[in-house]
């Protein structure tokens, strides 16, 4: 069996499981005074500074969430609502065509619900942001945008984008700025002090807030974090017992706080050796799919690529029929794209990089992880060409 769906979900690493077990033991609420409850305090506390010292901000500017999406969600909703609260005709949202739905479905939600005015920036083939279109906007409507967000690689197509360029694009107009990190941490080096200094932020506005999600770097499931800069105007979405400076009430889940900061640290120590080995088990996957399937051609950007990304189309096939080919011969790949009631959508990202509807229904992502062997890998190019010739003769329409 080859597992190479990393960038859907890693596995759990041992120690973040130890963590996480170890954790459960523990009585207290780490709202509680008690003795019990300030032990499951100090576990929270503890994450919370080894995560900071992580990502390079302060252990205050840390917002525990159930993961990705509730980030985003807090990022995107929060900051649109503190800035119209404050001036209703600050109402923009400059976001990216290719984002991930988590950020597509929460900006096309505050236009439907709350009267957001979206400000789309084109991609260009290769998956990268147009940053002299963005430039226009930002010029053209700066003074009307509540925030600007993106995604600081792609997750489908693995294109890494100009975070810096387009952090001190919304510095200089005074634009707060959310990044979702979720696919970039643990593949690209994040600091976020320091982007936030490099990159001229100032108070609340520039770059000011950053999504993270502990199942992509092998924490358990179902926990993540945003930094919301201590300066960030945000309100928040959930109300109740005022933890965590207010933004995100609710009793804190120490065993998988404590699981993710474990998570985070492993990545961290072996982050430039994971980065060698990932990269050079990337580019002799995308040599073979070449070698084997010819016609297959790589999406994304060659260069400027996350380390643990491949994703071709393959011209006559569909997606999901390799998908399931490959599955029934041990396989797991993603096709990258949303499947609706069991109906395959084509990939909005290709579709948004200029693929038309068969180009962007043939396509399928492989990501690697800490786990992945080369054994795994030779499982995959065994499987591959019987799957391609079977799913091109059942075609496009199938
Ligand atoms: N953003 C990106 C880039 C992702 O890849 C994902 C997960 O697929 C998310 C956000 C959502 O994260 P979560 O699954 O933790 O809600």
Redesign the pocket.
């Known amino acids: 069996m080859a597992y190479l769906d990393h960038?859907?979900?890693t596995p759990v690493r041992p120690e973040a499981a130890q963590a996480f077990t170890d954790a459960l033991h523990l009585a207290g609420n780490p709202s509680s005074v008690h003795r019990h409850g300030q032990a499951a305090r100090a576990l929270v506390e503890d994450a919370r500074e080894y995560l900071a010292t992580v990502l390079g901000c302060e252990p205050i500017e840390i917002i525990f969430t159930?993961?990705?999406?509730?980030?985003?969600n807090l990022a995107l909703v929060g900051l649109f609502r503190a800035s119209v609260e404050k001036d209703a005709k600050r109402n923009r949202i400059i976001v990216p065509e290719a984002e991930?739905?988590?950020?597509l479905d929460t900006v096309l939600w505050l236009q439907e619900h709350e009267g957001a005015v979206l400000e789309w920036i084109p991609v260009d083939s290769l998956g990268r942001i147009d940053v002299t279109e963005l430039a226009e906007t930002l010029e053209r409507a700066g003074s009307a945008v509540a925030l600007m967000t993106m995604?600081w690689?792609?997750?489908e197509v693995g294109t890494i984008q100009p975070a810096a360029e387009v952090a001190a694009l919304a510095a200089q107009h005074k634009v707060p700025l959310h990044i979702?990190a979720?696919?970039a941490f643990g593949h690209i080096p994040i600091n976020f002090a320091q982007l936030r200094e490099e990159t001229g932020a100032e108070g609340a506005t520039g770059l000011v807030a950053m999504?993270l999600?502990?199942?992509?770097f092998g924490s358990v499931?179902g926990v993540?974090l945003l930094i919301a800069s201590r300066h960030a105007q945000l309100e928040p979405l959930i109300h109740g017992g005022g933890q965590q400076r207010g933004l995100r009430s609710g009793t804190l889940d120490a065993p998988a706080i404590s699981s993710m900061a474990i998570a985070a640290l492993m990545t961290d120590k072996g982050f430039a050796e994971q980065t060698r080995r990932l990269s050079t088990l990337r580019d002799l996957t995308i040599s073979k799919i070449q070698e084997l399937v010819p016609e297959a051609v790589l999406s994304g950007d060659r260069v400027n690529r996350l380390d643990n990304n491949v994703n071709f189309t393959f011209p006559g096939c569909q997606s999901d029929s390799l998908l399931f080919l490959l599955d029934a011969m041990g396989v797991s790949v993603s096709t990258g794209s949303a499947c609706q009631a069991g109906v395959a959508q084509p990939s909005h990202v290709l579709l948004a990089m200029g693929y038309d509807e068969k180009g962007a229904s043939s396509a399928i992502r492989v990501s690697l992880g800490h786990s992945t062997t080369e054994e795994e890998l030779e499982e995959f190019f065994a499987a591959l060409p019987e799957a391609y010739e079977r799913a091109r003769r059942a075609g496009t329409t199938s």
């Not at 159930?66 to 985003?72: A, N, P, Q, R, V």
């Not at 991930?100 to 950020?103: E, K, L, N, R, S």
């Not at 999600?213 to 992509?216: A, C, L, M, R, T």
């Open positions: 960038a859907a979900s159930s993961g990705g999406t509730e980030s985003i991930h739905h988590a950020t995604l690689a792609n997750n979702d979720v696919s999504s999600s502990g199942h992509k499931p993540g």
